[in-house]
């Protein structure tokens, strides 16, 4: 389906996951410095606070991965409702399909002909 209606260069540019991925390492350094320095500030010993400062790292990725993978969901959502049917999609969410179609516009992506112009 997505290569029929020229889609594929739009998968391919897809930085969605990239950059929800680096959402959740950054939610997992902060987890993780948290944890580390709640070891220090209550004198826990410099183990403890490794320890901490690893479960918190590991945590928040796990836990920021799960919620991310939601997200990302969504976004393959959008791709797919706006590939098989732009019409309906237009009629249940307007402005968003006016920002898809001005931006896709762009690589010559006509969503009502389903054919692209040139990339």
Known sequence: MFKRRGFTAIINDDLAETALTMVSLVIALLTGVVGYLYGLIFRLGSTWSIILGVVGFVGGLLL????????????????????????????????????????????????????????
Not at 75 to 101: I, K, M, N, S
């Open 64 to 119: 920021s991965l799960v919620i991310m993978s939601v997200l990302d969901a969504g976004v393959a959502t959008v791709f797919v409702v706006f590939a098989e049917d732009p019409e309906a999609f237009a009629q249940a969410h307007p402005t968003l399909y006016g920002e898809l179609v001005q931006a896709w516009a762009k690589i010559g992506y006509d969503p009502i002909r389903r054919n692209v112009t040139r990339i």
